[in-house]
């Protein structure tokens, strides 16, 4: 494939889909290149799945900028894209007496930071809100504005919008060198040559060695694993709110909260490892994880576990994002997008499409958007199965015509974790032990085989 | 809303066995089903072992199963039914044409049992293709004759995962080792003794798994014997037995008779269809 496109996007995180959207509908010609079968196989395949408010983000940072943009723009076309908003409202509880003298200076940042309806929650208010949550809890600092997302539907709404404007996502496209001549990039890619008058960096994990195509790079990912423990549906009815930990500098606290699929999960664990494909949980972890939620909701005693998984989340040396533009070399940067990107993904396409604009010449007169709303997976909005249908997935309720439209148009499935993604199906408490036989020979139907 | 006498929830061994017993009494029940296909696990049991309770004879699971659709043939059997929850004695009911409400007189719940899957065990490592339980292997070769792997590891030693074995062997597969937590296997004798003489299959007791590796697929996985540590060589993981009652119905504590595996200790499938029975002989007379 050798084709003159104006945008190149490398990876297609929810970070990368966001800027080929902003830039797709700006009426530029884009692609975007992923390494993976499928989009959303790398970093934003393993977060929790929250939108997040910014209360606690560094003061000035570019990071929560880009949060709070993000954050404003997600509201306003949720309804046209038929995305998710549980809203659920943040605690951060304090645990300890030692802990509780620090929810001042929470309430103070975030009122700094711009997140004015954060407000201290003494324990009485507290057992009222969460009547559930273990009588440890001392006192809290609520944040109203945290709400429950979803980490696939929103990304994917993203590529099908761009997709309606024109752009190009090409899978199994790892890009393994470029050459930057007579003011255009012709990248290598497994999926051949592409090239374009500019190139983007959202890879990512990958970030750093992507990175180097362009200069020696700035900043150096080292994956921050993230494990988790999802417990089964009866138990989103023991918490309302997601309980964040008070931060402290010698132990990093993890996450109670609901999945907008109506489960409740603990985590994300935050540990440097040098992988940054594979993330990989581990026994002694999980079990801790799973103790600690009993912990905080002792009601949890008693309901299963549905799922485990683990994240890489792409952390650099640096505490902010590292966006910035290479006017000699048309290049934009993406780096460091930690743990914030399915929230900020948004804003930092509006201030990557800036950047764009001051160094590379002005975006063209925009079109009319053109809305594409995907398929509702959570609980909360209604579903599919809701109108009838067969059920191909008991446990997720998923329908064999989700699964069919999954595999077809014109961004189907690329391989089985794709599917699941998309879908659902397979992901709830017996993980496959009626269902996957079926599912494979759905997606087998549909992709000849190719798996 | 439509009224019924009596509801069985799930279609296999226990649910049809209840329904025709109430029928031969004189009492109309209904059975839903959530599959397309009624008959319950012993659908995708490929070996022989079915049917000696029942109908005196030895027959494979599906054909076992079939015989259990037949035998249901004049019962309201209702396939593609999935019930959604359960509030006092109305049940919420989802078919082809979407969710309505149905009220029954007296509520049987036979919804069976499934398999612990890896995640419920907390077993560590990456995500790759060919990690299954034996339930799902059983789906994928006798349901859709599908070969998941070639040489795969068997966690746990009760009598189902001997059947995982069978399972292998009817598609020429040959299970590298099987392995067992505990000192000693969990299925009565001679098991260990058949795994290993009849089956090829060495029995490893004493050993934990302690994670799966591989990036795709399944590359090996890693053990512990004796405070070692070792890694095997494989490309598929079947979790066997370690069975949990699908009891996702029972959240809220509706007032159900139970009937067959939901009860949580694992049966045969003809004790199944007997207790079935039972409770049908119960539910007649009033004192269940």
């Known amino acids: ?451 | 809303m439509e009224q019924r006498d009596v509801v069985i929830i799930g279609g296999g061994p226990a649910g049809l066995s209840a329904a025709r017993r109430l029928s031969e009494l004189g009492i109309a029940a209904t059975v839903l089903e959530r599959e397309q296909q009624a008959g319950g696990a012993p659908r995708h049991c490929g070996h022989l072992g079915f049917g000696w309770e029942s109908h005196r004879r030895i027959w494979t699971g599906p054909r076992f199963a079939e015989r259990l659709r037949t035998d249901s043939a004049n019962l309201d059997l209702r396939t593609g039914h999935t019930v959604l929850g359960i509030d006092g004695n109305v049940l919420r009911v989802l078919n082809q044409r979407g969710i309505s409400e149905m009220a029954a007189g007296k509520i049987i719940l036979a919804t069976g049992t499934r398999e612990t899957p890896r995640s419920a065990r907390l077993v560590g490592g990456s995500r790759p293709r060919g990690v299954m339980t034996t339930g799902a292997l059983q789906a994928h070769v006798y349901l859709q004759n599908f070969k998941p792997f070639e040489r795969p590891v068997i966690i746990g030693s009760e009598w189902v995962s001997f059947s995982a074995i069978l399972t292998c062997r009817h598609i020429g597969v040959r299970p590298v080792a099987m392995i067992e937590a505990k000192d000693r296997i969990s299925a009565p004798r001679p098991g260990g003794l058949l795994a290993r003489l009849i089956y090829g299959v060495p029995v490893w007791t004493g050993t934990r798994l302690i994670a799966i590796d591989g990036r795709t697929g399944v590359e090996a996985v890693e053990i512990e014997r004796h405070g070692r540590h070792a890694r095997i060589a494989c490309d598929g993981v079947i979790f066997t037995g370690e069975w949990a009652p699908e009891a996702a119905l029972l959240v809220n504590r509706p007032k159900v008779t139970l009937a067959g595996n939901v009860h949580g200790d694992l049966k045969t499938s003809g004790a199944c269809w007997r207790e079935g029975r039972a409770i049908a002989e119960q539910v007649a007379r009033g004192q269940a």
């Open chain 1, 1 to 451: 494939m050798q084709r003159g496109f104006d945008i190149a996007v490398i990876g297609g995180g929810v970070v990368g889909l966001a800027i080929l959207r902003r830039f797709a509908m700006s009426g530029l010609s884009c692609v975007l290149l992923e390494r993976g079968a499928d989009i959303l196989s790398g970093a934003s395949k393993g977060n929790s799945g929250l939108l997040h408010t910014g209360f606690d983000a560094p003061a000035g940072s570019l990071e929560l900028a880009c949060i709070r943009a993000g954050y404003a723009e997600y509201i306003d076309i949720r309804g046209r894209l038929n995305l998710p908003l549980v809203k659920s409202s943040a605690l951060v509880v304090a645990w300890s007496e030692e802990e509780r003298t620090k929810l001042a200076g929470i309430v103070a940042k975030a009122h700094a930071n711009g997140v004015e309806d954060v407000r201290p929650v003494e324990s009485d208010e507290l057992r009222r809100l969460e009547p559930r949550l273990s009588p440890a809890a001392k006192a809290a600092v609520l944040v109203p504005g945290e709400h429950i997302i979803d980490p696939w539907s929103a990304p994917l709404a993203y590529a099908h919008q761009a997709l309606a404007h024109g752009a190009v996502i090409l899978r199994d496209a790892e890009v393994t060198g470029g050459e930057f001549a007579q003011g255009a990039w012709r990248l290598a890619s497994k999926a051949g040559p592409v090239s374009a008058r500019a190139v983007i960096n959202a890879a990512g994990n990958f970030g750093d060695l992507v990175e180097a195509i362009a200069r020696p790079p700035p900043f150096t990912i080292t994956p921050r694993r993230g494990q988790f423990v999802v417990f089964d549906k009866p138990a989103s009815q023991l918490v309302t709110a997601i309980i964040l930990p008070v931060p402290s500098d010698r132990t990093k606290g993890v996450v109670l909260f609901r999945t907008a699929y109506g489960n409740l999960a603990i985590g994300p664990t935050a540990e440097d490892v040098p992988e940054r494909e594979v993330a990989a949980t581990d026994t002694a972890t999980l079990e801790r994880l799973k103790a600690r939620a009993l912990e905080m909701a002792p009601s949890l005693s008693g309901i299963g576990v549905s799922a485990i998984y683990a994240g890489l989340r792409p952390a650099t040396e640096h505490k902010d994002y590292v966006i910035e533009a290479l006017p000699g070399r048309s290049w934009i940067t993406v780096g460091g997008i930690r743990s914030t990107g399915l929230t900020a993904s948004l804003g930092i396409a509006r201030h990557v499409a800036g950047l764009y604009a001051s160094h590379f010449g002005a975006l063209p007169s925009q079109p009319d958007p053109i809305w594409t709303p995907v398929p509702n997976l959570t609980e909360e909005r209604p579903r599919p199965y809701m109108q009838g249908g067969e059920i191909a997935c008991h446990c997720e309720r998923v329908t064999r015509g989700e699964i069919e439209r999954a595999l077809e148009g014109p961004l189907p499935a690329g391989d089985l974790g794709g599917l699941r993604r998309r879908t659902r199906a397979m992901m709830g408490r017996c993980q496959g032990f009626s269902c996957s036989a079926h599912v494979e020979k759905l997606f087998r139907e549909k992709t000849r085989g190719a798996a």
